[in-house]
């Protein structure tokens, strides 16, 4: 990738990233620790981030080409690949899946760690089509 280009696309990534990060942060700041037992799901409406994230996360270019991956299932060829881009302490990823009927599926997620209480937590933010922003927390050590 251009560097002009992967410059552009760090930096959209940032943006929407620090914008999400203080809604994660204010989550995170009411949620009760001692109940999280091996994860939870915080769910918020948002939806002034759709074009945002529709714009820099969606159709952004990933730079980095992490995994290509045939898997032979009993319909046919199954391939899956995985894009990526990590900028500071967020990971993009793009995992697309095409099935041998041509199908194709497109995940669009980022991944960031936190700690609370002490315990690592990996946390998948997602978005969906009806403006909700997605926060999965699954704990990493116990």
Known sequence: MEEGLRKEVENNFREVFGFIKTILDEELSSLD???????????????????D?????????LPDLEKIEEI???????????YSLTVDDA???????????????????????R????DRFRIKIEYDTYGNLIFTLERENR
Do not use: F, M
């Open 91 to 113: 990971k993009q990823i793009r995992k697309i899946k095409i099935k041998s009927n041509g199908k194709v599926d497109v995940y669009n997620y980022i991944i960031t760690y």
């Open 33 to 51: 620790a001692e109940r999280i037992e091996d994860g939870a799901r915080i769910v918020v409406e948002q939806e002034d981030l759709y074009e």
């Open 53 to 61: 994230w529709i714009d820099k996360i969606d159709a952004a270019p």
């Open 72 to 82: 032979t299932h009993n319909d046919g060829l199954h391939l899956k690949v995985v």
């Open 115 to 118: 700690q609370i209480n002490g």
